[in-house]
């Protein structure tokens, strides 16, 4: 009993541990103004087409990251502690970001220039690269390295369909959020996730030079 007491504690806490982290790299309510911009003027059943395809894209993005990542990493010669060191980079400057509440404001232009050129704008540029980024899927092929087992891998999965779940809930609610919000709200949020971004980041980096050096030692 105390071994199942155990186990369901841990795959619970690896399930809120994975789903908070990717939540705050992902952060699709920093997303909310440039996709209700982009959105605009779209009938009621496009835009919830998009919101479907968009949340999907996205999961699939973040499992072929999870579950393709370390043979990606094998075929070019990258060590592991490479690029656990080069995620956590990525990651903290991407929490930087959501301190400095940018709300991803450097890819807007580029992002709306593009899509005005598409009819379907759902997997490029929503999906890609303004939710599932470069962060995100540096934290997925970590956590791929670290658990490898089935039911940790399991859980994990899980907690990918919860992201994916909950951003297709935030969009479909964009603009009740946004007024409920108001752009204040919304740079307090980014805070908030920047901060839990920053350190995701900053303990990659200094767990894994740690590891770097005790094994070149």
């Known amino acids: 009993l ?15 541990a994975t789903y908070i982290s990717l939540f705050s790299l ?3 309510l920093s997303a909310m103004p440039v996709f209700i911009s982009l959105t605009q003027g ?46 956590g980079i990525i990651i903290s400057r991407s929490g930087f970001q959501l301190l400095n509440a940018q709300h991803k404001s450097d890819l807007e232009k580029a992002i709306a220039e593009e899509s005005r050129s598409k009819e379907d704008i759902s997997f490029s540029p929503l999906a890609m ?5 470069p962060g995100s899927m540096s934290l997925l092929i970590n956590l791929a390295l670290q658990y490898t087992n ?7 999965l899980m907690a990918l369909i919860a992201v994916s779940f909950t951003i297709y809930l935030v969009f479909s609610s964009a603009p009740f959020i946004l007024k409920f919000l108001g752009q204040s709200g919304l740079k307090t949020m980014s805070k908030i996730m920047g901060i839990l971004v920053l350190s995701i980041g900053i303990q990659m980096i200094v767990s894994s030079a740690k590891l770097l050096f005790m094994s070149g030692a």
Do not use: Q, W
């Open 42 to 87: 779209f009938e009621r059943a496009h835009l919830f087409r998009t919101v479907r395809r968009t949340s999907f894209y996205v999961l699939l993005v973040c499992v072929i990251s999870f579950f393709l990542g370390e043979f990606i990493l094998d075929f070019f010669g990258i060590s592991i502690h490479a690029l656990k060191i080069a995620g």
């Open 26 to 28: 992902i952060n699709p």
């Open 2 to 16: 105390d071994f199942l007491t155990n186990f369901v504690v841990e795959m619970l806490t690896l399930f809120v």
């Open 129 to 133: 690269p303004l939710l599932a980024g």
């Open 150 to 156: 089935f039911s940790s891998r399991s859980v994990i």
